[in-house]
T-cell receptor
Framework: DTEVTQTPKHLVMGMTNKKSLKCEQH?????MYWYKQKAKKPPELMFV???????INESVPSRFSPECPNSSLLNLHLHALQPEDSALYLC???????????????FGAGSRLTVL | GQNIDQPTEMTATEGAIVQINCTYQ??????LFWYQQHAGEAPTFLSY????GLEEKGRFSSFLSRSKGYSYLLLKELQMKDSASYLC??????????????FGQGTTLQVKP
């Protein structure tokens, strides 16, 4: 299995809703990432988990709450979002987060979020 | 801080060769990656350079000069399916020797018949 699976593919939510995005990989990767991508812009790093511990939070607003229940799963809990949070949310994983070796990121297909 | 520059758009003809340049400034360089992203799809890995020189992989080659903060992606024998966005990304060595991948704005390549 060489894939990162993200669900749902599309999500529409109101500003008062609570929803979650899910990500799963079975490649034995120990680092997992959330990126946010707006139209015609590059992916922007949000969070990194390494060995199930949060290692990087790029000053993301608290209305986004990541969770890593185990080494294969990564969730992003959403609450009280704003319309400007509408974007493609990409999950990625890599063997590790270290700087030795390539540690290539494998991306999922993304969850397209629309906040009304 | 970090800064990654690449052209916004390029156009090339099917069967031709195109070179996409990327310049970067970073405090803790630890590798440069090229990704391809088709519209509405996930980025897919193309190449990785950490030492100076050329890495060749089929129709795609990537070059790195660390002293100049410069890389390019060379695509040969262009095909229509190569129309996509090409993202240059630099891994920055952060605290605790962990890596953080930062993407440039991306170059949208249009291949014409």
């Amino acid at each position: 299995d060489t894939e990162v699976t993200q669900t749902p593919k599309h999500l529409v939510m109101g500003m008062t809703n609570k929803k979650s995005l899910k990500c799963e990989q079975h490649m034995g990767h120990r680092a997992m990432y959330w990126y946010k991508q707006k139209a015609k812009k590059p992916p922007e790093l949000m969070f990194v988990y390494s060995y199930e511990k949060l290692s990087i939070n790029e000053s993301v607003p608290s209305r986004f709450s990541p969770e890593c229940p185990n080494s294969s799963l990564l969730n992003l809990h959403l609450h009280a979002l704003q319309p400007e949070d509408s974007a493609l949310y990409l999950c990625a994983s890599s063997q590790g987060q270290g700087v030795t070796g390539a540690n290539v990121l494998t991306f999922g297909a993304g969850s397209r979020l629309t906040v009304l | 801080g970090q800064n990654i520059d690449q052209p916004t758009e390029m156009t090339a003809t099917e069967g031709a060769i195109v070179q996409i340049n990327c310049t970067y400034q970073t405090s803790g360089f630890n590798g440069l990656f090229w990704y391809q992203q088709h519209a509405g799809e996930a980025p897919t890995f193309l190449s990785y350079n950490v030492l100076d020189g050329l890495e060749e992989k089929g129709r795609f080659s990537s070059f790195l000069s660390r002293s100049k903060g410069y890389s390019y992606l060379l695509l040969k024998e262009l095909q229509m399916k190569d129309s996509a966005s090409y993202l240059c990304a630099v891994r920055d060595r952060g605290s605790s020797n962990t890596g953080k991948l930062i993407f440039g704005q991306g170059t949208t390549l249009q291949v014409k018949p």
